[in-house]
């Protein structure tokens, strides 16, 4: 169990440019979820994955943001034309099924300039 | 809608003080309920988790949580608290049926006096 890997864990980015952000769970783990959280809150829901379909996606997720897990493996969160208000940590996290619980990684720490 | 509320922003406690953290939560059928740790800089950590039968749960670095049906409530403990647990906590729940989202809480930031 090596972890679940999150990359990078910082980026930087002017507004309007596209940022894609890698995850990598925990291998026997099929359901994969990303989660946003801001200063002073809890994690915030964006999508979840279990194996390499998509089951359920927030509706405070806009047009501009996207995920994939294509082998049901590695999982890529995409946000295009960024946005100031998109600077937030970007957590994914991994979990077996039956209500085990997650494992998150440390972050991709995204600030839009 | 299933939400999970944490009532209690901000809480400080002297070393040694016991502690106790509130969570309630509103859903259809009784969720799973986790409690996770976050130190600054750092992810997410497990402490403990609730699936059915016994309603004291125990936990990693010694902390324990009550599950009471009729309270909807998840409120984590520790008899004496040290000044390495100051961090923030989440309370946390994933349903049985339908959505396998986990929701949290806004969390509980923990400051201990020396």
């Known amino acids: 169990d090596t972890g679940v890997s999150q990359n990078p864990r910082h980026k930087i980015t002017k507004r309007g440019q596209n940022v894609t952000f890698r995850c990598d769970p925990i291998s026997e783990h099929n359901r994969l979820y990303w989660y946003r959280q801001t200063l002073g809150q809890g994690p915030e829901f964006l999508t979840y994955?279990?194996?390499?379909?998509?089951?359920?996606k927030s509706r405070l997720l806009s047009d501009r943001f996207s995920a994939e897990r294509p082998k049901g493996s590695f999982s890529t969160l995409e946000i295009q034309r960024t946005e100031q208000g998109d600077s937030a940590m970007y957590l994914c996290?991994?979990?077996?099924?039956?209500?085990?619980?997650?494992?998150f990684g440390n972050g991709t720490r995204l600030t839009v300039t | 809608a299933q939400s999970v509320t944490q009532p209690d922003i901000h809480i400080t406690v002297s070393e040694g003080a016991s502690l106790e953290l509130r969570c309630n939560y509103s859903?259809?059928?009784?969720?799973?309920l986790f409690w996770y740790v976050q130190s600054p800089g750092q992810g997410l950590q497990l402490l403990l988790k609730?699936?059915?039968?016994?309603?004291l749960v125990q936990g990693i670095k010694g902390f324990e949580a009550e599950f009471k049906r009729s309270q909807s409530s998840f409120n984590l403990r520790k008899p004496s608290v040290h000044w390495s647990d100051a961090a923030e906590y989440f309370c946390?729940?994933?349903?049985?049926?339908?959505?396998?989202?986990?929701?949290f809480g806004t969390g509980t930031r923990l400051k201990v006096l020396a």
């Open positions: 859903y259809g059928a009784t969720p799973y």
């Open positions: 994955f279990q194996n390499e379909a998509q089951l359920e």
């Open positions: 609730y699936f059915s039968g016994d309603t």
């Open positions: 946390a729940a994933h349903g049985t049926s339908g959505t396998y989202k986990y929701i």
């Open positions: 996290a991994s979990s077996g099924v039956g209500g085990s619980p997650l494992h």
